[in-house]
């Protein structure tokens, strides 16, 4: 039985659809599936989207354009970012290409997700350090929606703009809106291991249609269509027809994709619920219907997690470490605005230390996630860690 941790699920109708662009000629970003794939997510997210290369080029093109939206120079005054210790770099990295100073803030044990207390702290010691704090990028991490609520407050009290970062949280909803389409801008990723894939790819979500179609053109060069002249600072950053049909096809699946998922996760459920003194799965937020794209447990006593994973692998489990704290990595220790990383990033470090990603892959079957289950209660349970 071959287990698979995130892999894609492609298929006979994604081969069709990419011979069929191929045989149309267009293969790079200008084409009509490219169009067709934001009239789809467009009518699916209920609101206007651009279709990007990456989830990465999706963030960073929200903020750059929400900069110029806002009038706002991050070389003239120093501007930071709220962003969870623990999300993949991708999120604060597309801060720094914007010239942002990312900002980080702890999360919740449980439900994984940026903690609105730490954040709000967070913007106080980057003030006192002369930064002024002016967005938020609430990553619903491995597919479980951020309390929108809080969140919301939080960017009113501060007056923050929410650039939300969806590209592990396609079909999750927040009290039955879809993830994405809270913030003034969305990112979604299409990468190979997310719930549906493009191969590489992403859209940008807004309500505002002028918004996009001016994200659009950054992401085109920012060039007048017919001729080669350019009016502000353009990105390569389009979807490619290539993309987009692979992506079209994968859309058709989305439905039956977030169900297998779901009923992974109740099996994982199932059998882990006698072992609730030992550990725990990522807690759904209130009112949340997560995708389940990574399904994750956290051990309450202190297992060595590098060593289960190994084991895990030798009878070809494969699983993934948690993302690694992002201030803690030397890269990013200077943007702390902490004395003391370790009681501010607690339950980061925690979860870093003692959380793991199991199969969550659409490509698996009940029997392996239920085979999957079962080894590790057996390794753990005979003290095997
Ligand atoms: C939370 C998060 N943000 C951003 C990205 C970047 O997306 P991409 O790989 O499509 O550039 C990813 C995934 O890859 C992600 O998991």
Partial sequence: MKIYLDNCNLGELEKKYVLEAIDSGFISTR???????????SG??????????????????SLRYSLKKYNLDPLKEKIGVIIPAITFAATSHAALYNNLIPIFCDIDKYTLNLDPNSAAKAIELAKSKGISVKFIMPVHLYGNPCDMDEILKLSKDYDLIIIEDAAESLGSKYKDILTGTFGEFGAFSFNANKVITASSGGIIF????????????????????????????GYNYRMTNIEAAILLAQFEKLEYFLSLKKNFYKI??????NYFDILYLQKDTNNSIPNYWLITIIFKNKIDIA????????????????????PLMEFYKKYQIVDNLEDFYKNSIYIYNYGIN????????????????KKIIELISKNKI
Avoid at 207 to 226: H, P, T, V, W
Avoid at 311 to 318: A, G, M, R, V
């Fill in 44 to 61: 699916y997210l209920g609101g206007y989207v651009a279709a990007t290369y990456s989830g990465t080029a999706a963030l960073s093109l």
């Fill in 358 to 373: 199991l199969p969550s892959s659409t490509k698996n079957t009940s029997e392996s996630i239920e085979y999957t289950a």
């Fill in 268 to 273: 994982y459920y199932e059998y882990f619920k």
């Fill in 307 to 326: 060593n289960l994973k190994a084991k895990l692998n030798d009878i070809n489990i494969p699983t993934r470490r948690i993302f690694y704290p992002l």
């Fill in 31 to 41: 084409g009509p599936l490219v169009k067709k794939v934001e009239e789809v997510f």
């Fill in 206 to 233: 807004s309500k505002n249609e002028k918004d996009i179609e001016y994200i659009r053109f950054l992401s085109l060069q920012a060039r007048i269509e017919s001729e080669y002249y350019h009016t502000d600072l």
